[in-house]
């Protein structure tokens, strides 16, 4: 099982971003993914979440402003983040839900 996220970077105040993950060693299509934060002195929080279908769930603090999605021909989840705020830098980690496969993270950075 491979899961590997990549997208992040420094967004301004209000700004945009894509995180993807691409993933690979098991059947993806009917797995349920998530988008999980960590910043720093904080613990590890759900940002969204998607089943094996299209049934998604969010955060209240990101409603509204990220969406995920699923790619079944790329094998690929992704998190489009809308109207960026500071406090959603964090590290952001793709996860297999229900399992303990986890991405090794991409850094997301919002500047004031």
């Known amino acids: 099982v491979r899961l590997v996220e990549g997208g992040g970077g420094l967004v301004q105040d209000g700004g945009s971003l894509t995180l993807s993950c691409r993933v690979s060693?098991?059947?993806?299509?009917?797995?349920?993914m998530g988008w999980y934060r960590q910043a720093p002195g904080k613990a590890r929080e759900l940002v969204a979440d998607?089943?094996?279908?299209?049934?998604?769930n969010y955060a209240d603090s990101v409603k509204g402003r990220f969406f995920i999605s699923k790619d079944h021909v790329r094998n690929r989840v992704y998190l489009e983040m809308r109207a960026l705020k500071p406090e959603d830098a964090a590290v952001y980690f793709c996860?297999?839900?229900?399992?303990?496969?986890w991405g090794q993270g991409t850094q997301v950075n919002v500047g004031s």
């Open positions: 996860h297999r839900e229900g399992s303990d496969s």
């Open positions: 060693g098991f059947f993806f299509n009917g797995t349920p």
């Open positions: 998607i089943s094996g279908g299209v049934v998604t």
